[in-house]
């Protein structure tokens, strides 16, 4: 089975930038989907991002088109979540999942292995 670690968050300036990476091993990633999820305090799980196996099919909220971006880095194994003009409701843990089923589902419970999270705090 596949094993995820995130990495690449941190604290960042309202208006920056940050990208994290979603790091496989035990498994070659790009023959799963993977999504971005994030979770704030007191906050339910939150689609981020979704990308299918082939890398053919991205998916956003409405919120996020535009800003985030998903991709993958299949020479590392990864996946990388690009995210532009950040600001403090961005502020969460960022979680990436891996879906056997390859077809980049917007939500949670279509994933089946998880990463530990990365914390992304935006201020400004």
């Known amino acids: 089975q596949v094993q995820l670690v995130e990495s690449g968050g941190g604290l960042v300036q309202a208006g920056g930038s940050l990208t994290l990476a979603c790091a496989a091993s035990?498994?070659?990633?790009?023959?799963?989907?993977v999504g971005w999820f994030r979770q704030a305090p007191g906050k339910e799980r939150e689609f981020v991002a979704s990308?299918?196996?082939?890398?053919?099919?991205?998916y956003y909220p409405d919120s996020m088109k535009g800003r985030f971006t998903i991709s993958r880095d299949n020479a590392k194994n990864s996946v990388l979540l690009q995210m532009n003009s950040l600001t403090s409701e961005d502020t969460a843990v960022y979680s990436c999942?891996?879906?056997?089923?390859?077809?980049?589902?917007?939500?949670?419970?279509?994933?089946?292995?998880w990463g530990q999270g990365t914390q992304v705090t935006v201020f400004s």
């Open positions: 999942a891996a879906d056997v089923g390859g077809f980049a589902g917007k939500h949670y419970s279509a994933y089946d292995y």
């Open positions: 035990g498994d070659t990633l790009s023959t799963y989907a």
């Open positions: 990308i299918n196996w082939s890398g053919t099919n991205t």
